[in-house]
């Protein structure tokens, strides 16, 4: 009786698995793929990211307008058109390679200013390029731009290509500060470190005239603020100066100075691209300025925060707050959104 009963059992138990393999098996689903994690910023590492990034650099300076460059992150704010925006990166900008390009307009405006404008384009190079450390190329601009000497850290084959520049012809100066800014975008790397970032500056020597552009104002100055390159501006122009002598009253240590609209250009694009204009009678006015201008460039700030609003295309106001008294920040005005059909594509804006 136990056997026929240990029979059935063992039957039911074998219809049950035979019953189980017939029903259809239900596929299973492919689990969604997780998202790799976002990498933590740190200090001193480069932004690639595929992310609307908006990355500015800034100069702090006291009442005296020395260079304060011992703060911290906690020390400042961000604001996008008036919005707070976290601060995503931050570094203490020191001692980074420059690449320098440096415009020399060469136009028939300037004829009677050429030697000064060659003697300050010289001093600046001696006074700013490291060897083996920093680069510079020289484009020069009458009716069109040209690359009279590529990236080079040879500063006595710079100052030779200079001083044989000669003035003639109309002034293309925004043409020359687009493609200027374009050439500053393929920077060579760094010696000895290809993956260093570099800092982009832009130089221009002119009377701020412009007769034959193609591109506009706006563009050139545009492509800049795309490009966070940094201009400075020194004018060649002597209008804005008038003495109490001609003014019948004797006094020439007395100078009265008036910008007229070329000054006023070269002070735009130096103010929105956060850098500085300088308006100097004699080349002897600009060795001390030099000198700052490279204490500047490498005691400088850098952050990066990732816009609330984005992908408009608009250009959008930057204003940085730093909270202790006394200070001052100097600093791009502002940037263009990337659209949103191209933001997927683009690294950053800058």
């Known amino acids: 009786m136990r056997r026929i009963t240990f029979a059935i059992f063992a039957a039911a138990i074998l219809c049950c698995v035979h019953l189980h393999a017939q029903q259809p098996q239900q596929p299973q689903q492919p689990s969604p793929p997780s998202a790799p994690p976002e990498p ?12 609307n990034l908006v990355d500015v650099l800034f100069t702090v300076l006291n009442r005296q307008n020395k260079i304060v460059a011992d703060l911290n992150r906690d020390n400042f704010r961000v604001f996008d058109d008036d919005a707070e925006q976290q601060v995503r990166f931050f570094n203490r900008q020191t001692d980074m390679p420059l690449r320098v390009g440096l415009l020399l307009d060469t136009s028939n405006s300037i004829r ?36 009279v000497q590529g990236f080079t850290g040879d500063l006595d084959t710079l100052r030779e ?81 008038v ?32 850098g500085r204009a300088f308006f100097p009678y004699h080349v002897d006015d600009l060795a001390q300025s030099f000198a700052y201008i490279g204490d500047e460039l490498r005691s400088q700030y850098s952050l990066a925060y990732v816009p609330i609003r984005t992908g408009d295309g608009k250009f959008h106001r930057i204003r940085i707050e730093v909270n202790t008294k006394g200070l001052q920040v100097r600093a791009r005005k502002g940037y263009y959104a990337i659209p949103a059909e191209g933001a997927a594509s683009s690294a950053s804006a800058r």
């Open 40 to 51: 933590p910023l740190t200090s001193g590492q480069s932004i690639r990211q595929n992310v």
């Open 112 to 147: 009677d200013r050429l030697k000064f404008e060659q003697q300050a384009a010289i001093d600046f190079l001696y006074n700013v390029i490291r060897r083996d450390k920093d680069q510079a190329f020289l484009m020069t601009v009458d009716d069109e731009p040209e690359m």
């Open 161 to 241: 290509i200079i001083l044989k520049q000669r003035a003639g012809g109309g002034t293309a100066l925004y043409d020359a500060i687009y493609q200027a800014c374009q050439q500053l975008l393929k920077l060579p790397p760094s010696v000895g470190n290809p993956d260093r970032d570099l800092r982009p500056v832009l130089v221009v020597i002119s009377d701020g005239d412009d007769n034959l552009s193609r591109h506009s104002r706006g563009e050139a100055l545009e492509i800049a603020q795309r490009a966070g390159i940094v201009i400075y501006t020194i004018s060649t122009s002597t209008n804005w100066i």
């Open 243 to 274: 003495t109490d002598q001609e003014a019948g009253r004797g006094d020439l240590s007395n100078r009265k100075y008036m910008k007229d609209e070329g000054d006023k250009v070269l002070q735009q694009f130096s103010d929105e691209s956060g």
